[in-house]
Structure formats: structure tokens, C-alpha cells
């Protein structure tokens, strides 16, 4: 036994020394190697090279240069394949070749080549072993001593945003590079080019100073709108001033349709992160709010990509190429005209105002106030502007038609309709109602609900006509928390809108407490809804019952109904003349409104703001109009801060004049 063992282990040894002694394989080192660049590990490959070819290139730069060219032509799936021989006798001679084939995907598309790999055997450190005898070829096959890749981008037409009609919301324009001759600018000129360049002389000083600045260049230091005319002027008039015309986003409408648009801006590095798959690169301009924003990608195109190899003779090698995209033009429903027409008219009260089409779902109008100058923030706001923008009371910066609000009185004809619908609520029945104040029983407490108009009994028509608040809460606890919230949903509360511009979702809130269902009722409580989606819940008065999708595009099918049968044929035309009744009546709420020969139809409403009943809170006026006989188009505003200054009637003042200069 002993005996056998020992041959055994002999045998063991005369194996392990054989396969020590073996010589390295060339198409193994090879294949290693293969494995390294696969993985990017340029700094261990270059251990793999020949001694010639380490003369030619210093492990540094080896690195460095296919860290950069990956790195610049945004090199991704990278795959070099190598299928080793079975029988390769190349190992019994000094030198072997292998084809390779690499693949990749690159900035300007795809890049595929096949190249050979010539090895050489050599001894290092009293061992010999194969390195490869590496050249440019290994990058590029084109690529020579002395050439220099080109990578050359051509910047796509950025898409418009236009009105009903063509005319340009967002447009491709121009604007003023204002700049000054380097070498030529001293201190007597930069106080006054500070000042009217809304910028410090320590940031212009820093442009000037620039590592790439030699006297006599043209350096840039802002832009300036065209029509900043008298600016421009002035600027001009300094001695080393100088400007030139830029391609440039303008936006003719400026603040009327600024918060709709938006407008564009450099991309932030948080925003590179998210979109660099997408193609979005470092040097690109996007969409910062808006239209802008939810449109970027159809808007910003595809930048047209060309990598080649400029050869030392001046001729050129294309590599990859991708043409250039231009972005494709957004059509909206909206008509420019009247947008600016609402916008003006809200002058600078802060609140919001659209206008549809109930027939068709078209929005015509869709407008913020106040607002800001898009045209200055895409050229940039100065610190002092920006800060004078956030601190607003008023609130410029905010969307307000993208917002939820509580809808005060306005929201009873929805009311109306869930209660007609469930049974709750019978047109001619007159409903007892004595004094201001109501509650109902001494379980709530010290709470009561408050109307304006006292009169009993109250029928339907006079609630509405007289907005009574009371009605409309024993409406609701009769219909009930179960059936109020299905009426509700039915209307398009708790969905999100399918809509083209971002919307809050409209809220029901909490209805656990009669009181909480009461307030509701009348558009108070937790219910809060967008002007969009007010006006959306209007439809169904003059579509037979039908709700209308809201559309914000041109290209969407128009009249596309979004709820059947939310309230009968027959009960939508009894709200909707009622709601004639609310403009038309001496009596009514929005009387104010009245106008010969345009019978407007419409409902009023001021939604209190405050934490408890009893304290002084702010309001919210509302006023929905349209025409009763020819409903092509409904406005619907809202106007904050009303209390103490007649509520209600100043959106009714304004959509009336509005209707007065448009129909």
C-alpha cells in the first residue's frame, strides 16, 4: 500500500512540474486582455503591451486617451469578442496574429469594426511571456499617428408652441449678445455696464479675465431683448460695447401666458442625470416650467451627431453619423387673443381664469395672475429680480390654474344636479327656511350655516338665484355621505384629469361629520377643485347631461364625452335655465353681468378661507358665465382676497367685460 502511494504522489509531482514548465499561450494572453478592455480597465491593459508599442505611448497617456475618446463620444455596450483557436500552433513561433471584432454604441449610433492584433513573445523579469503590439489601429482602424477624431453636433430647430390659429406663443426669434472688446473696457465704463447689465463688475471683471480671452476678442457677457430698445441704446453708447443678433427663444405674449408656456433655460446637472439617456447632453437648453417643460422632448428634437477622423492630409473618415432632428411644433386650442384679453382685464388681482368651448372641450384661455416676463427669465433674472419675484405677496411664480381651490358657491348647480338625480332634491318643492342662520340640532353645538338672502319657502330656482347656502346643506345630508360621494365621483372628483397641461386632482375631502357633509354642500368643507375641472363639471348643463372632456391640443378629438348621463336631459336643462335666471333676475347674484342681446347664464360664488367658524378669514370670488342660447364659450374665474371688497361682483364685473368686447 505504502508502495503505491508513493507512486502515486510521484506521478502527482511529474504533472505538477509539467504544467508548470508549460509555456504561456498567446490566444490565452490575448483572450485576457480581451477580458480587460471589455471591463475598461485601460490602466491593466497597458501591462499587456509590447515593449515597442510602450515606446510610442506612456501608461498615462494609454489611459487617459481611451478614457477621454469613450468618455467624449459617449461610448455604451461596448463588446470586443474574441473566439480563441482550437488548435493554434502560432505558440511554437515568436510572433502570432488574432481578428477581433468590436462593437459599440456611441454618441452619433452604432460603430462596429474588425481588426487585426499582432503578439509578440518577450522576456521580462527573466520570464518570457506574449504582449501585444498595440497601435492607434486597436481605437479605430482609420485612425493614424497624427490624425484627431472630430466630434461635430448641429443643434436642432427647437419646436414652436402655437395658438388655435399659428400664432406663436413660444417662437424661434432672436435677441442682443451685448459684449465688450477685451483689453478695451476700464473702470469709468464698467459702473454703468454693471448697472445696466443688472450684473456686479466683479462677474464682469471674471468674464474678461477668462482663460480663453486674448485682447481684441469679442466677449459675451449677456443677452438683452430686442425690444429692450432704450437699454440697448444706452449700452451702445458706451465705447468697448458691442452687440450682435443671436438665435434666441421669444415669447411674444410675455406675462399673459406665461405661466402656461413657460419658458426655456440651461439644463442643471440634476436634470442631465435624469434625462442623459434620452439624449439630452450638458450643452443643451430645455424647458424649465410650462408647456415648455411637459413638451421638452417632442419640442427640443434630436441633435444631429457627425464623429469622424481628420487625417493629417485634411481629408475626412465619417465614423458615425446621426442627422439632425428639429423638433416638432405644439398646437393648442387656445386662442392667443382672448387669452390676452382675460389676462388684462384681471389686471394685477391674483387669481386665475379659464375659458372653454362646453360644446367642444376646447380650453381657450388659460391664465395665472399676476405673472412674470418669460422673455427675462429666459434671458435670466438678476438676483435683486429674482428675490423681488419670491417675495411677492402675491405669488407670481405660482400656477394657479394647475391649482385646487375651494369652491364656494359655484359648486352648487353640481350640488344641484347629484340631488335632483338621487331624489333628494325636487324642483318645485318650496323648502321652509326661516332666518340667516340654521342648524340642525343642538348637537352641533355653536355652529350654524349663514346665508345671505333670507325668504321662505325655497324652491330650487331661488337657491340658486339667490345662492342660499342653507338649501344646499340640508340638500347634502339628505342626499347623504354615500350618495353625495358618488354624485361627486361621477362628476370627475378624486380622478386625475387626463389633460395635457399637469392638474392637482379635485378633492372631496372629509365628509365624517354632518357639519363636514353640510358645508360641502355649498361648496365649502374639504371640497376643493381646479378652474379647469369647474368649468369641465358645467358641461353636462349644456350637452344634455354629458360631461365634456377638457382638451388643451389641437390634434385631440374634440367633444369627447367624459361621463354619460351625469344628470338627466331634462334635469341639465332646468339647471342650466336657472342658472339664466341667476344673471337675468334684478334679484340675482350675477345680475351684474346682464347685457342686452347676449343672455348669459351663470353662477356666483365666495368660498371663506379661515381656520373656524367665527374667525376673519380671506375669500375666494367665482363667477362661471355663458351664453344661454348659443353656449360656444364659458369663462370661469376666480379672484382671491375679495372679503370687504364686494366678493363675487368683481369677477362678475370682469367677465362681463370681457363678453361685452368679445362676442
Known amino acids: 500500500m505504502k508502495k503505491f502511494v508513493g507512486v502515486l504522489l510521484a506521478v ?53 486617451r481611451y478614457e477621454k475618446i469613450y468618455d467624449d463620444l459617449e461610448i455604451s455596450d461596448l463588446k470586443i469578442h474574441f473566439k480563441k483557436p482550437k488548435d493554434d500552433k502560432q505558440g511554437d513561433n515568436d510572433k502570432a496574429q488574432y481578428s477581433f471584432t468590436v462593437d459599440m454604441n456611441s454618441v452619433g449610433g452604432p460603430i462596429s469594426f474588425t481588426y487585426k492584433a499582432n503578439l509578440k513573445k518577450e522576456e521580462k523579469n527573466d520570464k518570457k511571456n506574449w504582449y501585444v503590439d498595440w497601435n492607434t489601429g486597436f481605437i479605430f482602424p482609420q485612425l493614424k499617428e497624427g490624425d484627431k477624431i472630430s466630434l461635430n453636433t448641429v443643434t436642432p430647430k427647437r419646436g414652436e408652441i402655437l395658438d ?36 456686479s463688475p466683479d462677474q464682469i471683471n471674471k468674464a474678461v479675465g477668462a482663460s480663453w480671452v486674448q485682447e ?9 431683448s430686442m425690444d429692450d430698445k432704450e437699454r440697448v441704446a444706452q449700452l451702445v453708447a458706451l465705447e468697448p460695447v458691442q452687440t450682435r443678433k443671436v438665435e434666441a427663444r421669444v415669447y411674444p405674449y410675455g406675462q399673459a401666458a406665461a405661466q402656461l408656456v413657460g419658458y426655456v433655460g440651461p439644463i442643471t446637472a440634476e436634470r442631465l442625470e435624469k434625462l442623459k439617456d434620452k439624449g439630452y447632453t450638458a450643452n443643451d437648453v430645455v424647458g424649465v416650467r410650462g408647456l415648455e417643460q411637459v413638451f421638452d422632448e417632442q419640442l427640443k428634437g434630436t441633435t444631429g451627431v457627425k464623429i469622424s477622423i481628420k487625417k493629417a492630409d485634411g481629408s475626412e473618415e465619417v465614423l458615425a453619423e446621426k442627422p439632425v432632428e428639429d423638433g416638432k411644433d405644439i398646437k393648442l386650442t387656445i386662442d392667443a387673443d382672448l387669452q390676452v384679453a382675460i389676462f388684462d382685464e384681471m389686471g394685477k388681482e391674483a387669481g386665475t381664469a379659464s375659458a372653454m368651448n362646453p360644446m367642444t372641450g376646447e380650453t381657450l384661455a388659460l391664465v395665472s395672475s399676476p405673472s412674470f416676463d418669460p422673455n427675462q427669465a429666459m434671458l435670466g433674472f438678476s438676483t435683486d429680480e429674482w428675490k423681488k419675484l419670491q417675495d411677492d405677496k402675491k405669488k407670481p411664480l405660482l400656477t394657479r390654474f394647475s391649482q385646487v381651490f375651494a369652491p364656494g358657491s359655484v359648486m352648487k348647480p353640481i350640488t344641484a344636479a347629484i340631488g335632483l338625480e338621487s331624489g333628494a332634491i325636487k324642483p318645485d318643492e318650496g323648502v321652509n327656511i326661516e332666518g340667516k342662520q340654521w342648524q340642525k340640532d343642538k348637537s352641533w353645538g355653536g355652529y350654524y350655516v349663514t346665508r345671505v338672502h333670507v325668504g321662505s319657502p325655497i324652491n330650487l330656482e331661488k337657491s340658486l338665484v339667490y345662492s342660499d347656502n342653507i338649501y344646499y346643506a340640508q340638500a347634502a345630508l339628505k342626499i347623504g355621505k354615500d350618495g353625495f360621494t358618488a354624485g361627486l365621483k361621477k362628476f370627475g372628483f378624486e380622478s386625475e384629469l387626463d389633460y395635457a397641461y399637469p392638474l392637482e386632482t379635485s378633492k372631496i375631502g372629509g365628509l365624517g361629520s354632518e357639519i363636514a357633509l353640510a358645508d360641502s354642500g355649498y361648496g365649502q368643507g ?16 349644456v350637452n344634455s347631461g354629458n360631461m365634456i372632456k377638457p382638451i388643451l391640443l389641437a390634434d385631440d378629438k374634440q367633444g369627447q364625452v367624459m361621463q354619460e348621463g351625469v344628470v338627466s336631459r331634462d334635469h341639465a336643462a332646468l339647471i342650466s335655465a336657472d342658472l339664466r335666471k341667476v344673471v337675468g333676475d334684478v334679484h340675482g347674484t350675477a345680475h351684474a353681468a346682464e347685457m342686452k342681446d347676449y343672455p348669459l347664464a351663470g353662477k356666483t360664488g365666495t368660498a371663506e378661507i379661515k381656520q373656524k367658524q367665527g374667525e376673519t378669514g380671506t375669500e375666494l370670488g367665482w363667477f362661471v358665465g355663458y351664453n344661454y342660447k348659443k353656449p360656444d364659450l364659458m369663462i370661469g374665474m376666480m379672484i382671491e382676497d375679495v372679503q370687504k371688497r364686494g366678493g363675487s361682483s368683481i369677477p362678475v364685473k370682469k367677465v362681463k367685460n370681457i363678453y361685452t368686447k368679445w362676442k
Open 12 to 64: 502527482i509531482l511529474v504533472v505538477v512540474f509539467a504544467g508548470c514548465s508549460k509555456e504561456p499561450q498567446p490566444q490565452d494572453r490575448f483572450a485576457e486582455y480581451i477580458d480587460l478592455w471589455n471591463k475598461q480597465k485601460f490602466d491593466k491593459m497597458y501591462d499587456y503591451l509590447s515593449n515597442s508599442a510602450k515606446k510610442k505611448i506612456s501608461k498615462e497617456d494609454f489611459t487617459s
Open 164 to 199: 388655435r390659429f399659428g400664432n406663436s406663443l413660444a417662437a424661434n426669434g432672436q435677441v442682443y449678445e451685448v459684449g465688450v472688446v477685451a483689453g478695451k473696457l476700464d473702470n469709468s465704463v464698467l459702473e454703468p455696464l454693471s448697472k445696466l447689465l443688472k450684473m
Open 216 to 224: 481684441g476678442m469679442f466677449v459675451p457677457l449677456k443677452k438683452v
Open 526 to 541: 374639504q371640497i376643493q377643485m381646479s378652474i379647469v375641472h369647474l368649468l369641465a363639471s358645467y358641461t353636462p348643463f
